[in-house]
């Protein structure tokens, strides 16, 4: 048996994934989204949001000491920011190489930074590293009302069981 970070394989994972304000400003929510849509992962919750510097520090406070730091929390509260929650199988894992490497010069081609971003302080997307991150993630940016539980009609077709 195979197991996800969540456990068996066949209970679902959840990971944040927001469209940083560079992404927003350069409209690639929708490829963005489109991407994660065709992939088959399930949109459990989005909004547009202008993040309170609360929120920032809390998602960054691991990269507090870091020299970019103060640069990092100017560029996300420069403008608004695409939140979404997706679901899936190893959506985390998934997530993470879908995005590619922080630094888009090394980003392999067929990821979104490596398609569509040209620099490490303008990567357009977060994903959550972690199964432990994102469940702390979702939890700082989304409220549980905020979270949409329905029914998926492709799920025999995505995963055969
Ligand atoms: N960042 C930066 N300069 C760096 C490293 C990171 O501006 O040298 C920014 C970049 O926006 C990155 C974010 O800080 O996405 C968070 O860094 P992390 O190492 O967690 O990268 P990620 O998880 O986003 O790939
Ligand atoms: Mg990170």
């Known amino acids: 048996h ?3 970070s969540s456990g068996l394989l066949g209970i ?13 400003q350069r409209r690639l929510v929708g490829e963005i989204i ?6 088959g992962f399930q949109l459990i919750g989005m909004k547009l949001v202008q993040a309170p510097k609360e929120v920032l520090s809390e998602h960054y406070h691991d990269l507090q000491e870091k020299p970019f730091y103060p640069a990092l929390i100017n560029y996300m509260s ?6 979404m929650v997706w679901e899936g199988h190893n959506v985390v894992r998934m997530s ?4 590619g490497d922080t ?12 398609d569509l971003c040209a620099h490490i302080s303008r ?5 959550s590293d972690s199964f432990e991150v994102a469940k702390k993630e979702i939890s700082l940016w989304f409220s549980d009302q905020e979270l949409i539980e329905w029914q998926s ?9």
């Open 123 to 127: 990567n357009a997307i977060h994903a």
């Open 96 to 99: 993470r190489a879908m995005v």
């Open 34 to 39: 489109h991407r994660f849509e065709q992939r």
């Open 78 to 83: 420069s403008g608004p920011i695409v939140a």
């Open 2 to 4: 195979r197991y996800s």
């Open 153 to 161: 009609c492709i799920h025999s077709n995505l995963y055969n069981m």
């Open 103 to 114: 630094n888009p010069a090394e980003a392999r081609p067929g990821t979104i930074r490596g």
């Open 12 to 24: 679902q994972e959840r990971t944040l994934v927001a469209v940083k304000p560079d992404g927003v």
